[in-house]
């Protein structure tokens, strides 16, 4: 079987830290095939995520009774002697001795991926504008379903987890950059073994750039093709590994200095959590501005850093008394510091946790600076709620400034079956009595991300893909005189 493997590489770039595949990693089992599939995932790939090793796409080949698959490495060291140090780990040597008896043969071949094709037509370029009263042009395709957005500049990111299916395991997060601008691609769809981070630093040039985590160092890419920009080795921080389980990044430049943010896992337990800071610039992580926190529910892991402050979602055990017993919940929140020195801010009391891979919003909008999730919106620093009594159902919230004034862009869902599509609607912020209006366009389900701009740009992430809109700020502004 023939298979082209996938990674942005170029001449240039061998002698650096290119992505390493072993693929494809053929196995012909005896007449056992779905069992050593399921083996497979349970028993292998677990401890090969855990040396930074991401097992991609799998494939059975029934009629020859063969597994075709990947695997692939992003580190310094290179495959070969990363999968060195994995065979010789206390995790391979206690690994079931039966697993090679599922198999007659294995071929493995080493290969470095030159190019990634999109999915399809449509997932990666502009469709015709739909016809109604406001105008929609579907970016992505439903295969994008719940795409996390980002925005630099007039960069706009879509990424999303690689789903698994029959016969195909992956551990990779696709994405793909537009220019919002114009809505079109600015390169092709690439693929990472972990989240990746549309960043714009100052000292990595005028545009932005792509930061993931990789087997213990922070990895810079071009956002046009994915070819590797630069590798920053990670010093250990409040955990004790040298390779980190990082869940989460943020990167930023506060007060002269490149700051990384680390959402880690600890050792501690499975609830517990470190957020460490590590100053770019030299090399050296800052154990004055780190702190840890508790996450007993399934809620996002996505740090926020913008305009001065880190926002950071968590959850807290909170008592609450009835008339004749009590209860403890594992309440959310986020908890808010300042991003130049980690000192405490306060925390914002959440409605619904903030759902897992989204972030939540800090935006810097007519002389004010707010912090959004869902139908919770409050002003920074004194964490002051906007509305005297909270907007209902309320999916997810972006806060912007149209015409010079601060307006939050709002997803309202549906409170049942029964009711009409959810709603896309704008409320003034500058008022006593902000007004909601619901503009003319039925949400998709399962709206997940939102974008608005100061042009009356909307983005909307939903399970049917990717969404863009555009509003007049200033016919919206006069329609809704302060």
């Given at each position: 079987?023939?298979?082209?493997?996938?990674?942005?590489?170029?001449?240039?770039?061998?002698?650096?830290?290119?992505?390493?595949?072993?693929?494809?990693?053929?196995?012909?089992?005896?007449?056992?095939?779905?069992?050593?599939?399921?083996?497979?995932?349970?028993?292998?790939?677990?401890?090969?995520?855990?040396?930074?090793?991401?097992?991609?796409?799998?494939?059975?080949?029934?009629?020859?009774?063969?597994?075709?698959?990947?695997?692939?490495?992003?580190?310094?060291?290179?495959?070969?002697?990363?999968?060195?140090?994995?065979?010789?780990?206390?995790?391979?040597?206690?690994?079931?001795?039966?697993?090679?008896?599922?198999?007659?043969?294995?071929?493995?071949?080493?290969?470095?991926?030159?190019?990634r094709p999109c999915p399809s037509p449509s997932a990666?370029?502009?469709?015709?504008?739909?016809?109604?009263?406001?105008?929609?042009?579907?970016?992505?395709?439903?295969?994008?379903?719940?795409?996390?957005?980002?925005?630099?500049?007039?960069?706009?990111?879509?990424?999303?987890?690689?789903?698994?299916?029959?016969?195909?395991?992956?551990?990779?997060?696709?994405?793909?950059?537009?220019?919002?601008?114009?809505?079109?691609?600015?390169?092709?769809?690439?693929?990472?073994?972990?989240?990746?981070?549309?960043?714009?630093?100052?000292?990595?040039?005028?545009?932005?750039?792509?930061?993931?985590?990789?087997?213990?160092?922070?990895?810079?890419?071009?956002?046009r093709d994915g070819a590797v920009l630069k590798i920053?080795?990670?010093?250990?921080?409040?955990?004790?590994?040298?390779?980190?389980?990082?869940?989460?990044?943020?990167?930023?430049?506060?007060?002269?200095?490149?700051?990384?943010?680390?959402?880690?896992?600890?050792?501690?337990?499975?609830?517990?959590?470190?957020?460490?800071?590590?100053?770019?610039?030299?090399?050296?992580?800052?154990?004055?501005?780190?702190?840890?926190?508790?996450?007993?529910?399934?809620?996002?892991?996505?740090?926020?850093?913008?305009?001065?402050?880190?926002?950071?979602?968590?959850?807290?055990?909170?008592?609450?008394?009835?008339?004749?017993?009590?209860?403890?919940?594992?309440?959310?929140?986020?908890?808010?510091?300042?991003?130049?020195?980690?000192?405490?801010?306060?925390?914002?009391?959440?409605?619904?946790?903030?759902?897992?891979?989204?972030?939540?919003?800090?935006?810097?909008?007519?002389?004010?600076?707010?912090?959004?999730?869902?139908?919770?919106?409050?002003?920074?620093?004194?964490?002051?709620?906007?509305?005297?009594?909270?907007?209902?159902?309320?999916?997810?919230?972006?806060?912007?400034?149209?015409?010079?004034?601060?307006?939050?862009?709002?997803?309202?869902?549906?409170?049942?079956?029964?009711?009409?599509?959810?709603?896309?609607?704008?409320?003034?912020?500058?008022?006593?009595?902000?007004?909601?209006?619901?503009?003319?366009?039925?949400?998709?389900?399962?709206?997940?991300?939102?974008?608005?701009?100061?042009?009356?740009?909307?983005?909307?992430?939903?399970?049917?893909?990717?969404?863009?809109?555009?509003?007049?700020?200033?016919?919206?502004?006069?329609?809704?005189?302060?």
């Open positions: 079987m023939l298979y082209w493997c996938s990674t942005t590489t170029s001449p240039s770039e061998r002698h650096r830290h290119d992505r390493h595949h072993a693929t494809p990693h053929l196995d012909r089992p005896r007449g056992l095939l779905d069992e050593w599939v399921r083996r497979w995932q349970e028993e292998i790939v677990p401890p090969r995520r855990g040396f930074g090793v991401s097992p991609g796409a799998v494939w059975i080949d029934r009629e020859r009774d063969r597994l075709v698959g990947e695997i692939s490495y992003d580190g310094p060291e290179g495959f070969a002697e990363r999968n060195r140090v994995y065979r010789g780990s206390p995790q391979r040597e206690t690994m079931a001795p039966d697993l090679e008896d599922h198999l007659v043969s294995t071929e493995v071949h080493e290969v470095t991926r030159v190019h990666c370029g502009r469709t015709e504008p739909t016809e109604g009263p406001m105008q929609e042009i579907r970016l992505l395709d439903e295969r994008w379903n719940g795409a996390r957005l980002q925005l630099v500049k007039d960069t706009l990111l879509a990424s999303v987890e690689a789903e698994s299916g029959p016969g195909l395991f992956t551990d990779d997060w696709l994405a793909v950059p537009f220019d919002l601008a114009g809505l079109r691609p600015l390169g092709p769809v690439n693929s990472f073994g972990f989240p990746v981070h549309l960043v714009g630093l100052p000292s990595l040039g005028p545009a932005p750039v792509l930061a993931s985590i990789t087997s213990g160092t922070l990895k810079i890419t071009d956002v920053f080795p990670l010093p250990r921080t409040g955990t004790e590994e040298r390779f980190h389980v990082v869940c989460d990044l943020a990167l930023g430049h506060h007060r002269g200095r490149d700051l990384l943010f680390l959402h880690e896992e600890s050792d501690r337990g499975p609830y517990h959590r470190w957020v460490s800071v590590v100053d770019l610039t030299v090399g050296e992580p800052i154990p004055d501005m780190a702190f840890d926190h508790y996450r007993y529910r399934e809620i996002s892991e996505r740090l926020t850093l913008q305009h001065g402050y880190l926002a950071c979602p968590t959850t807290e055990e909170v008592v609450e008394f009835q008339a004749d017993d009590f209860s403890v919940i594992d309440k959310p929140f986020i908890h808010v510091r300042r991003a130049d020195d980690g000192s405490w801010v306060g925390k914002v009391s959440l409605h619904t946790g903030v759902p897992e891979g989204r972030a939540a919003e800090i935006a810097h909008t007519a002389g004010h600076t707010y912090l959004a999730e869902a139908g919770d919106i409050v002003t920074l620093p004194d964490l002051e709620p906007v509305f005297t009594k909270r907007v209902p159902w309320v999916a997810v919230s972006r806060v912007t400034e149209w015409d010079g004034r601060p307006v939050a862009v709002l997803v309202q869902e549906r409170a049942s079956s029964e009711e009409l599509p959810g709603r896309l609607c704008h409320l003034f912020l500058d008022t006593d009595h902000p007004k909601k209006v619901d503009l003319p366009w039925s949400v998709p389900p399962e709206a997940y991300d939102l974008l608005a701009t100061p042009d009356g740009t909307i983005v909307v992430s939903s399970a049917e893909g990717v969404h863009v809109l555009n509003v007049d700020p200033a016919e919206a502004s006069r329609a809704n005189p302060r």
